[in-house]
């Protein structure tokens, strides 16, 4: 995943590098080199079913730590899920569909829910060169709630 962001520009670093031995937290830190003030907190999930809500529920915990230990308050907090591992990308179902409400919610509180599979529609564009690295992570960066790529 950290790789995937990297292609996109972003700057990327594993939290989990940085954290005490089995203290839990999030999994990245997401900046844009463009907004150097700006941060995403990211935590990647893998699922042989769909996504589950309590993905965003743990970003209150990882919100609240991240203000303490750095005294700032994160622009974004980013559930990257790989939800159905068994099934082909193509029928795959929305992540967390039919959790609209759960997802409005987290997006209100600075959330983005980010599909793989949707995801590799937008690197996918920038490879092609259909969009800018810059284009892309303004979409990201931009969105909150559920990210669809508009393509």
């Known amino acids: 995943m950290i790789l995937a ?13 940085q954290a005490a031995p089995d203290d839990h937290l999030e999994d ?3 900046e844009d080199a463009d907004n150097p003030d700006w941060i995403a907190l990211g935590e990647v999930k893998g699922y042989t079913r769909g ?8 970003f209150i915990r990882f919100s609240m730590r991240y203000a303490a230990r750095t005294g700032k308050i994160a622009d974004a ?34 959330g983005l829910v980010i599909d793989t599979v949707e995801l590799f529609k ?8 259909e969009l800018t690295q810059q284009e892309a992570r303004n979409l990201l960066t931009g969105s909150f709630g559920r990210f669809t790529f508009p393509g």
């Open 5 to 17: 962001l990297q292609s996109l520009g972003f700057l990327v670093t594993d939290a989990d590098e």
């Open 28 to 30: 990245l830190h997401i």
């Open 51 to 58: 996504a589950r809500t309590e993905g965003m529920t743990q």
């Open 77 to 110: 907090n980013w559930y990257i899920v790989n939800q159905f591992l068994g099934r082909d990308p193509s029928n795959r179902q929305r992540a967390l569909h039919g959790k609209d409400e759960d997802v409005a919610a987290f997006g209100e509180g600075c």
């Open 122 to 129: 937008l690197l996918s564009a920038v490879a092609e060169e």
